[in-house]
């Protein structure tokens, strides 16, 4: 079975600067995808980004990006130029083709400081 | 404007009672899921439809029940059968069955039985 991991459960950032949360995946299979959601205090959850297993090249969108590392089967989230609205919790997850659920991580809450 | 309604956004319920949670989505997506999370921790499934009149149980569908009579619709009651109900629900839609496409979630409803 999958499991995702997310080893930080909290972190402080400088408003302005970049962040950088962790993500690893345990995954058999070959073909798999990789998403990170941004969860706010009002609960709603906000796709951010996806990656695919057999995509090349990193995600991006617009200041997100995906540090993949399919061989440390890794997933890591860097956000650029931290803003207060950025203050949130962020899940990563995993999904399997043909499977019919998002596997998520515990989460890692980001508090951005003025 | 496209998008999944989840309603009521606060639901408070006694204990014994069985309550229904109501999602809609007009993205004219196949794929509906209903997820719970508990307090700091990641989402679980609950039930997933694939499509009309067909519908599986997720990781944790003991004392949930689900109906999918339209392809807008996938409502989710909570019965009395299930231990802990106190939890914040949220459902999402994807376009396709079974594929990588991210999931599009509603704002949630936050369940409190007491």
């Known amino acids: 079975a999958q499991k995702i991991t997310q080893t930080q459960p909290g972190m402080f950032v400088q408003e302005k600067e970049a962040v950088t949360l962790d993500c690893t995946y345990d995954t058999s299979d070959q073909s798999y995808g990789l998403f990170w959601y941004k969860q706010p205090s009002s609960g709603e959850m906000i796709f951010l980004i996806y990656q695919g297993s057999y995509d090349e090249q990193n995600a991006t969108e617009g200041r997100y990006s995906l540090n993949f590392q399919k061989a440390r089967k890794s997933a890591n989230l860097v956000i650029s130029a931290s803003q207060l609205g950025d203050s949130a919790m962020y899940f990563c997850a995993m999904i399997l083709p043909g499977d019919n659920k998002l596997t998520f991580g515990g989460g890692t809450r980001v508090l951005v400081k003025p | 404007d496209g998008g999944i309604t989840q309603s009521p956004k606060y639901l408070f319920r006694k204990e014994g009672q069985n309550v229904t949670l109501s999602c809609e989505q007009n993205?004219?997506?196949?794929?509906m899921y209903w997820y719970r999370q508990d307090p700091g921790q990641g989402l679980r499934l609950i039930y997933y439809?694939?499509?009309?009149?067909?519908?599986q149980k997720g990781d944790i569908a003991e004392g949930y029940s689900v109906s999918r009579e339209k392809k807008e619709s996938f409502p989710l009651t909570v019965t009395s059968a299930q231990k802990n109900p106190t939890a914040f629900y949220l459902c999402?839609?994807?376009?396709?069955?079974?594929?990588?496409?991210?999931?599009?979630f509603g704002p949630g409803t936050r369940l409190t039985v007491t």
């Open positions: 993205l004219n997506h196949d794929a």
């Open positions: 999402a839609s994807s376009g396709r069955q079974g594929g990588l496409d991210e999931q599009y």
């Open positions: 439809s694939q499509i009309v009149n067909d519908f």
